[in-house]
């Protein structure tokens, strides 16, 4: 009989994070070092673009997830870099095969969210999203694949988006930019399944963190549900849950990121070793919504 726990033990491989210094990249840091894996955080922990109405992370909130991860036993490593900077990723992620002998599992997590209509977009507000999401991401699983290689086989793992399966009104270009991610994964789970390296997307719902909690974020959830946002912060994130509760079939306005972990964790282990090519979703039910 097979012993799923034992095969969702992680002892003794070295995970990567992209996005550690908070929300589902911190979550996730955290939950692969409670299956026992050593963790690498990686975050530009600093503003990322001007299209952004948000707070950006810090090297506090870096720290902080480290503080996390070593909380459980588990060596933790952290690079501050810009993904969009492919020179910097690859130097990491030399330096971590260098310091730490190799690396078993990348979750390609960073990104950003801001919301623009089309007729009204200045060009930072199509690319950086593009430029972050998509190609920042292309830039972390090309620089760690050739160490996943290197070490004979390993796990990657790209967040998307349900808005990556179905079009957003005043998001295209995050939803171009998730939509493309998960035809990176597809593309490089053919390419890279005879190196032993399996590729997966997780599809996180609408997750607490600082890219939803925001003002921008509410008038959007308000227009969904064909509502007009008041701009007042207080009264719009009000109208905004209960407009988010009736449209989740679990009845939850947003998840945790701890909701999204767990499939992190499963994907990391070789519980999912013949998974590859795939996408999985933790949404409260908001997944009865797409096709695929
Ligand atoms: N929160 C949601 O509802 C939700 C839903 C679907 C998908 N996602 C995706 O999940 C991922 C994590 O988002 P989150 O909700 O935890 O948001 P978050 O803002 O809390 O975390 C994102 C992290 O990525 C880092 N980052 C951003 N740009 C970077 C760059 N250029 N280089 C290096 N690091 C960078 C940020 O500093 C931050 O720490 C993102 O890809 C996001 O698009 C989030």
Known sequence: MVDVSERQDLTGKIAVVTGAARGIGRASAVALAGAGADVVGVDIAARVSQSLDYAPATAE??????????????????????????????????????????????FANAGIQAFKPLLEMRDADWYDQIEVNLNGTANVVRA???????????????????????????????????????????????????????????????????????????????????????????KDEQAAIEALKTKTPLGVPWLEPEDVAPLVVFLASDAARMVSGAAFAATGGDSAHVTS
Not at 61 to 90: F, H, I, P
Not at 148 to 157: D, E, K, P, S, Y
Not at 170 to 185: E, P, R, V
Request: hydrophobic share 35%; proline share 2%; glycine share 12%.
């Open 144 to 234: 760690f694949a050739a160490v996943l290689v290197r070490r004979g086989g390993g796990r990657i793992i790209i967040t998307s988006s349900t808005q990556g399966q179905h079009g957003t009104k005043f998001g295209s270009s995050y939803s171009a930019s998730k939509w493309g991610l998960l035809g990176l994964m597809k593309s490089a789970a053919l390419e890279f399944g005879e190196h032993g390296i399996t590729v997966n997307a997780v599809i996180p719902g609408l997750i607490d963190t600082a890219l939803t909690r925001h003002e921008d974020r509410y008038a959007q959830a308000l227009a969904e549900a064909g509502q007009t946002p008041s701009r007042d912060p207080e």
């Open 61 to 106: 909130d870096l720290v902080e997830t480290g503080r996390q991860v070593q909380a459980s036993g588990r060596r933790w490593l952290e690079k501050t870099l810009d993904q969009r900077d492919s020179a910097a990723v690859r130097k990491a992620a030399q330096e971590i095969e260098r310091e730490w002998g190799g690396v078993d599992v990348v």
